[in-house]
């Protein structure tokens, strides 16, 4: 069986309402981000593009067997490098895979679909059970790995240790910190985040080795006192 080499990418011969337009195949109703990740590919996908990612959705949602799990790792062929993404992350979430099915995708996958588990993570798994799976991602040096890995899952999910190392992770490989999900959050009144940044700074300093922006803006933001929004401070008992 021969495959089309088409990438799915290119402009629209039919923009707006479209007879290949991708149907809602889930069942529950998805979240806004995912629903973006729909739009813009009904937008930027070609009509071939869209009928193969409209099987794939079809073959995930009916989850026969482990066949849709191939539709991932063809995602960058068939529907090109740029729609890649969220097109895997449409058939995760497609297929409501869980954990152990993640688990083995990431392992198994390329760099490319790795990223896609991680960012689809916040879809898909409500609890810590897929930390692991970010914890791998935060030991390489694959900046948009470690981008998608900082996502909303692991602002909520990865332990405040790990969660600093990565902060500084993302500083000393160059990923902006605004792809650190939850940083305002986390990072507010986090004297020992204030710390690791000032020891940092100090270090590239004395070696006369630039220190990264995004570095002080992070410094201010975790040296904050985080009684600063209470014009009374603690309330007293």
């Known amino acids: 069986m021969t495959h089309s080499p088409a990438t799915g990418t290119g402009p629209d011969p039919t923009p707006g309402a479209l007879p290949d337009a991708l149907p809602d195949a889930l069942p529950d109703a998805l979240p806004d981000a995912l629903r973006d990740h729909r739009d813009r590919l009904d937008t930027h996908l070609h009509p071939a593009a869209r009928a193969w990612l409209r099987q794939a959705l079809d073959e995930a949602a009916a989850k026969s067997g482990s066949g849709w799990e191939l539709r991932v790792a063809e995602a960058g062929r068939r529907c090109g490098s740029r729609n890649a993404d969220a097109a895997r992350i449409l ?18 996958g390329s760099a490319a679909e790795r990223r896609a588990v ?19 991602a935060l030991r390489t040096n694959d900046t948009r790995l470690l981008a998608a890995a900082l996502g909303p899952y692991a602002a909520r999910h990865l332990d405040a240790h790990s969660w600093r190392h990565a902060v500084l992770k993302c500083l000393f490989t160059g990923v902006p910190v605004d792809a650190v999900a939850g940083l305002s959050a986390r990072g507010r009144g986090d004297a020992e985040l204030a710390r690791m940044l000032a020891d940092y700074a100090a270090e590239r300093t004395a070696a006369d080795r630039p220190v990264p922006a995004d570095l002080y803006r992070v410094l201010d933001l975790a040296a904050e006192d985080p009684e600063a929004d209470h014009p009374h401070g603690k309330e007293e008992s």
């Open 118 to 136: 991680l960012s689809a993570l916040p879809h898909l798994v409500p609890g810590p059970d897929a930390v692991p799976l970010v914890e791998d």
């Open 91 to 108: 058939i995760l979430h497609a297929a409501h895979a869980d954990p152990a099915t993640l688990t083995r995708l990431y392992h198994q």
